[in-house]
């Protein structure tokens, strides 16, 4: 059974910092399509950011410059450096392995609240 769990959520003034970690398990993030998304109240799930086996990286245009993705192969694990946060990157933040169309794998979310 695919887990992903993350981790690293929580409540932050605007212009500060956080980390989110997504721990694997049952899939490499060495060999998969390593995916975040977000979704804010009342908003569609959009992709922030992504990284590939091959270590390419795309980035939503919102979060260009202030978010970092990045994945440590011997932990098996995928994280979001978020830099200068906004109030508008309030969301639920869900960590995805994208396999192939039939095996994507979505974690439970962490929640992300920027506001002082």
């Known amino acids: 059974q695919v887990q992903l769990v993350e981790s690293g959520g929580g409540l932050v003034q605007p212009g500060g910092s956080l980390r989110l970690s997504c721990a694997a398990s049952r899939v490499a993030v060495s060999r998969s399509i390593m995916r975040w998304f977000r979704q804010a109240p009342g908003k569609q799930r959009e992709l922030v950011a992504q990284?590939?086996?091959?270590?390419?990286?795309i980035y939503a245009d919102s979060v260009k410059t202030r978010f970092t993705i990045s994945r440590d192969n011997v932990e098996n694990t995928l994280y979001l450096q978020m830099n200068s946060l906004k109030p508008e990157d309030t969301a639920v933040y869900y960590c995805?392995?994208?396999?192939?169309?039939?095996?994507?794998?979505w974690g439970q979310g962490t929640q992300v609240t920027v506001s002082s």
């Open positions: 995805n392995a994208y396999l192939n169309a039939i095996r994507t794998y």
């Open positions: 990284i590939s086996g091959h270590g390419d990286t």
